[in-house]
């Protein structure tokens, strides 16, 4: 049962949250008219109102302003869909201990999903030490941005709706991390994509919402794609979709080939590597990373969860889920490597330039999951996931400290319009800071022991991909301290550049925002030290037991204890290094940035263009989609299928019509003409007929 609770809570909380709390509130409807209205004006900002432009970040108006009061189905909403959350996080945490450390793993068959031929699959939940880490992970993270939005959310005008889409995309991500089988992990997969459309384009009147929901549906689909068909190759290889099954069968068909137009190649190596097209999907690797900026549309405590504990950490959870079959293909693992170094170098690059708080905070997720996804693909599965549990705790932390600054700021996002206000927000500010440290990598946060190892297992990996994405790391490492100190000093140091009405209103959260703020900076403390031996210290596998698969001849994880001191030292001092840099360019000398920006303009509109790729997208695939559309709609469509088909047979018809009108001229001599002009016809054809 108490594995089961700690899947199924969030649905429930889900399924109450939005049937009885929309009831409570006189709505049967999940959408009721006329609510959206989201901007400043629907939310009478009367009190924080400044005037500016916001260029081209999202705003994220979340509904402090005071015309809509609560209803009784908020409180409902939010009470049940917390209480449903906190016992699920209970449960995971059980679990966690019970699987992990005590050894009960176990898989929980529900029912049969499919039987169909030789296709059969079960409803379980696998519960090994991997997913027992992700259920307590995911449990208690969204609990506390559950609690967190009863605060950021509470003047929002569909409450109930907002709670139940956060424990639906929690359920979601549950249902994924305990699949036992492909076919479910495909629903989880599925759950989770539908669930982030749902909530970045929650607030669905705003344009820019509903573009980058769509943005970030289409985005996934093409790496769908790759996983569905991975899925279906999996299937014809192996004849199932049950891990068990198909893990047992891995060492036989190891060297199973296949043709392709004439092209022959290792059948795990093309099964591996559409798998990881669904990961790039997914978890915003570099080619299919454009839908997460973007997802910044939605409201802040959307962005935690998407970035911390659910949508983009399933494509890392997935590799390390199949890594007996990557094991095998050794091609597929070094193009996993290459491209996480790759997204974690450019995300890098991109964050040192954006100038929204959210912005800068989601490339610093796209880079953190490069350096994840490297060091999976050196066989490094405990360091990937290791920096996956630790990553979720500072990254839900400085996204709802972000949250807690554009609470403060009357909704302004924008971080060169603030400033000079981590005295009037004390508790944000520590927050921030140790979120910080914790990214940056700085020793007793929880980052260091995390990205050190995942940079050292790169290094010990003793191959060409791995020493290269153990400097790519580093450069980002020097960039990620570099961004996150740019962050905090044009936020909260130096002289205040918002407008006097703004800094007038400045305020600290209310408790109930405060509190999973300072429960997230523990874990952001303690995550790393408390785990550091089990997840990846030198008896690693007896932790991770049979859930995680890694070949003899793969010593990464072994060898990364032993590299050389310079290997070790070198992540930190390039951390160190990019808040140095930060300190002289934001705060000793702040006319430095612009200098540099003026002298390196191409450079600068580069990086601030996020290196061109929406627009190099736009040309290549967007309006050529477009332009097709058009001429099939016009010309296809309209011109052919509605000019041949009905709107022809209309015109026609209507020509009849018209011409048929034009006879009757209500003049008698007209009509005499016509029947004797008639008659005439009839005795001739008459004639003609006896004659013939």
Request: aromatic letters at 12%.
């Amino acid at each position: 049962m108490l594995y089961i609770a700690a899947v199924f809570l969030p649905l429930l909380g889900c399924l109450l949250a939005g049937l009885i709390g929309q009831y409570l509130n006189g709505v049967w409807r999940l959408v009721p008219a006329g609510a959206a209205g989201h901007g400043h004006d629907a939310h009478g900002h009367d009190d924080h109102a400044h005037a500016h432009t916001h260029g081209d970040h999202g705003q994220d108006d979340h509904g402090h302003g005071h015309d809509h009061a609560p209803q009784p189905g908020d409180r409902f909403a939010q009470m049940i869909t917390v209480l449903c959350m906190a016992v699920a996080a209970l449960c995971g945490v059980l679990a966690f201990f019970d699987v992990a450390y005590a050894g009960h793993a176990r898989t929980v068959t529900l029912f049969t999903f499919i039987d169909s031929g030789s296709l059969e699959v079960s409803w379980a939940l696998r519960y090994d030490t991997l997913s027992a880490v992700m259920v307590g992970m995911v449990t208690v993270v969204s609990t506390l941005i559950h609690v967190y939005s009863v605060g950021y959310m509470a003047h929002d005008k569909t409450v109930p709706r907002f709670m139940a889409y956060l424990s639906l995309f929690t359920f979601a991500m549950l249902m994924l991390v305990t699949a036992d089988n492909l076919v479910q992990l495909f629903f989880g997969w599925e759950g989770v994509g539908l669930a982030s459309y749902l909530l970045i384009g929650y607030w669905y009147e705003r344009p820019s919402a509903g573009a980058a929901a769509i943005k970030a549906f289409l985005v996934n689909r093409v790496g769908d794609l790759g996983f569905a068909l991975g899925i279906a190759g999996v299937f014809l290889l192996f004849g199932s979709v049950e891990f068990s099954t198909i893990f047992a069968a891995v060492a036989e068909h190891r060297d199973a080939v296949v043709n392709i137009a004439g092209i022959e190649m290792r059948t795990l190596e093309l099964l591996c590597v559409l798998l990881f097209i669904g990961a790039m999907g997914k978890s915003a690797q570099l080619g299919l990373h454009t839908w997460l900026p973007d997802a910044m549309e939605g409201p802040t405590p959307v962005s935690a969860l998407i970035h911390a504990a659910t949508m983009v950490t399933a494509g890392v959870f997935m590799v390390a889920r199949l890594s007996p079959l990557f094991e095998y293909a050794p091609n597929a693992l070094a193009l996993v490597t290459l491209v996480g170094a790759a997204t974690a170098f450019f995300a890098a690059t991109v964050g040192c330039v954006q100038n929204d708080i959210k912005r800068v905070i989601a490339y610093s997720t796209c880079s953190q999951l490069g350096y994840m996804f490297f060091a999976a693909g050196v066989s490094a599965y405990p360091a990937a996931i290791f920096h996956l549990f630790t990553h979720a705790f500072f990254k839900a932390l400085l996204f709802l400290g972000a949250g807690s600054v554009i609470h403060a700021m009357s909704d302004e996002q924008d971080i060169r319009r603030m400033g000079g206000i981590w005295r009037k927000v004390p508790i944000t500010y520590t927050v921030m800071w140790i979120g910080s440290l914790a990214l940056a990598g700085i020793p007793l946060f929880a980052g260091y022991y995390s990205k050190d190892m995942v940079l050292e297992a790169a290094w010990a990996s003793h191959t060409a991909h791995g020493r290269i994405a153990y400097f790519l790391g580093i450069a980002a490492a020097f960039m990620t301290a570099f961004y996150s100190w740019r962050l905090l000093l044009l936020t909260f140091h130096g002289t205040p550049r918002a407008d006097k009405h703004v800094m007038d209103h400045v305020h600290e959260s209310p408790l109930v925002m405060t509190v999973p703020l300072m429960l997230l900076a523990a874990g952001a403390v303690f995550a790393g030290m408390a785990f550091y031996e089990s997840f990846v210290g030198h008896h690693f596998a007896e932790f991770w037991r049979e859930a995680i698969f890694i070949a003899p001849e793969h010593h990464a994880m072994h060898d990364a204890h032993d590299v050389a001191t310079w290997v070790k030292k070198l992540p930190l001092v390039c951390a160190l290094s990019g808040i140095a840099l930060a300190y002289v360019f934001y705060l000793l000398r702040p006319e430095l940035p612009g200098l540099i920006a003026a002298r390196f303009q191409g450079l600068y509109r580069f990086l601030l263009n996020k290196w061109y790729f929406d627009e190099l997208y736009d040309a290549i695939f967007v309006r050529p989609s477009m332009a097709l559309g058009r001429v099939l709609w016009k010309g296809g469509d309209g011109a052919v299928i509605d000019g041949l088909g009905p709107d022809g047979v209309a015109a026609a018809t209507r020509a009849v019509a018209a011409r048929a009108v034009r006879a009757q001229t209500g003049f008698v001599y007209h009509y005499a003409f016509v029947m004797l002009a008639g008659l005439v016809a009839l005795v001739t054809l008459w004639f003609m007929l006896r004659a013939g």
